[in-house]
């Protein structure tokens, strides 16, 4: 099955600064990927995804890349803000064939940003 | 229009009790899936159902643990002589058609917060 590998664990920022968080995943059939924010104690929140046709997906502050070939897709949040600390989650599915899309996710990542 | 919820939001059993975890999906949804979140973990797949058939059960940690939807909108999951492991937040999910192949997104419900003493 899918494996999903998220890197950092924790990450911390100045307020303005950029955030990268890395994901790396197993199963070359996978071919779509989404991010979830969580904050604390409510719900995951889609925030972004991108599908394997298509290299990098941006929605204003926030931007994700795949690498389908080296299996491994990023996070990139600029000039970040107190609100956007939270824990994020990437995620993988193989959305084909007799799949109908249970998601994969990886560890988390704690992002905090300072003001 | 509304989300996907869940109840009850918090529920504390001793250990051997059965608790049953609620999960509304959002109206019109056909799947629905249930997931497992340890602290500090991210959320694993308990269980998918399409409409009433539960087409994969495979997250399912033990037979103690029970799903339904008996009218494919209303789920429940039901964990039989709880255990200290069984504690974790169980989030419920729900996508609009879950055909073969469709990238949807999925909508998460705001979890229970389980804890067995």
């Known amino acids: 099955g899918e494996n999903v590998e998220q890197h950092p664990s924790t990450l911390s920022v100045q307020e303005g600064d950029s955030a990268v968080i890395k994901c790396t995943y197993s199963?070359?059939?996978?071919?779509?990927f989404p991010w979830y924010k969580q904050e604390l104690g409510k719900r995951p929140q889609l925030i972004i995804d991108i599908r394997s046709n298509v290299g990098e997906k941006k929605d204003q502050r926030i931007a994700v890349t795949l690498n389908k070939t080296a299996k491994h897709f990023s996070l990139h949040i600029t000039e970040t803000q107190p609100e956007d600390s939270a824990v994020y989650f990437c995620?993988?599915?193989?959305?084909?064939?007799?799949?109908?899309?249970?998601?994969?996710f990886g560890q988390g990542t704690i992002l905090t940003v300072h003001p | 229009g509304a989300g996907v919820s869940q109840s009850p939001r918090y529920k504390v059993a001793k250990r051997g009790q059965d608790v049953a975890l609620r999960c509304d999906p959002i109206?019109?949804?056909?799947?629905l899936f249930w997931y497992q979140q340890a602290l500090g973990q991210g959320p694993e797949f308990l269980t998918y159902f399409q409409n009433e058939a539960q087409l994969d059960k495979s997250g399912l940690p033990s037979d103690r643990f029970f799903a339904e939807r008996p009218e494919g909108s209303v789920s429940t999951l039901k964990i039989q002589r709880t255990q200290q492991e069984d504690s974790a937040v169980y989030l419920c999910?729900?996508?609009?058609?879950?055909?073969?192949?469709?990238?949807?997104?999925?909508?998460f419900g705001p979890g229970t917060r389980l804890l067995v003493l």
């Open positions: 199963d070359s059939a996978s071919n779509y």
């Open positions: 995620a993988a599915v193989n959305a084909g064939g007799t799949s109908y899309g249970k998601l994969t």
């Open positions: 999910a729900s996508s609009l058609l879950g055909l073969a192949g469709l990238q949807e997104t999925q909508y």
């Open positions: 109206s019109g949804h056909v799947s």
